[in-house]
């Protein structure tokens, strides 16, 4: 009887406008009125992307739209930078490898952020490799990685920059088109509240230019195919077309809400959550937080995976559990979408009730109320702390 | 103001239940219940394909799995017999071209079905052929395939089975495993009355000692991917979660009719449809007709895209067009999913009014005429014509 409160980070809630929207009878994708309908979420994209270059819009979960990402940039012997941090960013590698493309992979530890003066030692040792592949917010850890100081690292050498936005664009502050990026991958199903099966790319024209040089072990992921198809606007293959349509909603909130402002939401509430869980004791996995999500660890000697069961069975509270080397160790938490103050409010209560239950000593309300007041201060005009943790 | 009355061959109508499905809050798809409802999915697929075989989900659209059926199947350089009739066929060549698979290309005349001794001709002159890709239902000209026919030819062979049954399966009657079909190919938006966005592959056992032997250009379309995760059972990548909860709902409406009882009423209400034609003096494109859709022309000297256009402002009537060479010259209807009599007999009505309506001679009635006349036949029992046209 738990009243469902989806608050993972992915996928997140979709709007009643846009549940309702689903509900519409489908309607067919050759006609005038959807190339009307997806040129309005093209154009919805670029907004929120912040680019003039192309969006494409595929049928696919995000690593579809990753692996186009790889397949029309970088030839089977080709080179490539990776930037790795976590699970997602680790999926680059494995696209690469799985496509014989030759990796120079930098990892660095889960939880930490890429440093843009290794990506320009390594741009240096490495002036043949055709991309950079990094991540805006790995999802895995929460991080939220400097993608404008990597933009300036990459913009002067020959390497196109190559960003998985999946999880974060439409919470974090993505500036594509300034930051020079080439070629941005999102996914339906993160700030964009629409639920999973859409992905999109943004490619640039020097994107463009290394994909028309290069043959691709592809068809559907063809990404010519797609461009070709933008003079209707229309897909090359038959596309999602109710969740196009729901997409239209998210995306006319957003540009009624102003994707500025919306950025500024979700980092609020990451701070927010940040201070609750600071006064609760418990530690982050990042070292420079996303502003759509939260890792958190667990504390020592609980079982995460418990905790987070009870979280959903006694409130309905459905958060993610952690991946890799910190499975049941962390649980994460999103605060993008139409995720609100009150909804983060309700999930720090949660947690530090489902805390208490399973015996940790938990000063009730120290949480819920360091949250408040991060939200009492911006409400006041104070100056927010941009700062980290 | 005109009614929306869906009736083109992909996408269907999707019923009230499954619309209400759709507008139900998005869930989380790493858990029990998706698993529950995933498993669900999967054992209602089998029972629809008739298989025992493996059955994966993946999310993208028809062209997105027959590219899995390619790349995971034929080696680059190996050899494929593919045959041609459509325009979706003619995707089978083209797919294969893409990948650098040796083409054997049977063309036969659009409208006309393949015969299983040309096969059988082919597979013993090309006993070195690793597949033959053929199509059960033409979406393009609304031919039939007798799959049957080919899979006794094709059984006793090294080569694979791979049939496209994106469009027919559902509709058409397909007994995977009994016709000896080692890769079937289906989409959600036509006979399983569910949005575009899944795609699913049945896969015989011969079929995956072919995948494990050969290298593939693949990593979101890598079959192994998904069938590790049919232990769960999951998918590797997010699937489009929505649909496969609506999928849930076509798949319990099939199973309560009965699939062949389904396939019965497809039949049924093709026969109507040619009945309806062929008193209005309409001829098919169809020399051996599938039982989901039908290819029509329209009348010599009548613009065929304005006659659509017709049917759809003023009846909300919205049937495809042609394509390729039958662009402008056919009008294609689906007798698939939902749609039932009444449907079918609206339908032929608004093909009389707008053909009078746009000056051609027509006895208004006649169609819709011939057509009950089938219904009423099948309902007092008496043996249906099965023949051709």
Redesign the interface.
Same mark, same amino acid.
């Given at each position: 009887m738990a009243k &469902?409160r989806?608050m /993972?980070p992915? &996928?997140? $809630?979709?709007s009643e406008r846009g549940?309702?929207t689903? *509900?519409? $009878?489908? !309607?067919?994708?050759?006609t005038p009125e959807f190339r009307a309908l997806l040129a309005e979420v093209l154009e919805g994209l670029k907004y929120v992307f912040a680019t003039e270059h192309d969006v494409l819009l595929l /049928?696919?979960?995000? /690593?579809?739209a990753m692996?186009a990402a790889v397949?029309n940039l970088v030839a089977r012997g080709g080179k490539a930078i990776v930037l790795e941090s976590g699970k997602f960013s680790q999926r680059w590698r494995?696209?690469c490898e799985?496509?014989g493309i030759e990796v120079i992979r930098h990892e660095v530890p889960w939880g930490a952020p890429f440093q843009a003066d290794d990506v320009a030692r390594l741009l240096r040792k490495h002036p043949d490799a055709v991309a950079v592949y990094t991540t805006l917010q790995e999802t895995s850890t929460g991080v939220g990685h400097d993608i404008e100081a990597i933009g300036r690292v990459v913009g002067p050498s020959d390497a196109l920059l190559v960003v998985d936005g999946i999880s974060g664009v439409g919470a974090m502050e993505c500036r594509t088109d300034q930051w020079g990026i080439d070629v941005l991958v999102v996914?339906s $199903?993160k700030a964009l509240m629409t +639920? +999973?099966?859409l992905a999109f790319l943004a490619v640039s024209p020097a994107a463009w230019r290394q994909i028309e040089a290069i043959e691709r +072990? *592809? =068809?559907? =992921?063809?990404l010519l195919a797609y461009r070709q198809a933008l003079a209707g606007p229309d897909t090359p =293959? !038959? +596309? *999602?077309?109710?969740?196009v349509a729901a997409l239209a909603e998210s995306l006319r909130a957003i540009r009624a809400e102003g994707i500025e402002r919306v950025w500024a939401r979700a980092k609020l509430l990451g701070r927010a959550i940040r201070a609750g869980m600071d006064a609760l004791g418990l530690q982050l996995v990042a070292d420079r937080p996303a502003d759509g999500m939260t890792a958190v660890y667990v504390p020592e000697g609980l079982d995460g995976r418990a905790f987070l069961r009870r979280l959903e069975a006694r409130f309905g509270v459905?958060l *993610?559990g952690g991946q890799g080397p910190l499975a049941g160790k962390v649980f994460r938490i999103a605060q993008m979408g139409i995720l609100d103050e009150l909804d983060v409010l309700s999930a720090v209560a949660a947690i530090e009730l489902a805390l208490a239950e399973m015996g940790q000593k938990v000063n009730l309300g120290l949480g819920v109320g360091a949250a408040s007041r991060v939200f009492a201060q911006a409400a006041n005009g104070e100056v927010p702390n941009t700062g980290g943790k």
């Open positions: &469902p989806l /993972t992915g &996928p997140t $809630q979709v549940l309702l689903l *509900a519409r $009878q489908v !309607t067919h994708h050759r /049928t696919c979960s995000g /690593t579809g692996e397949v494995v696209l799985a496509f996914g $199903q +639920p +999973p099966g +072990p *592809a =068809f559907y =992921f063809d =293959f !038959t +596309p *999602a077309i109710s969740l459905k *993610a």
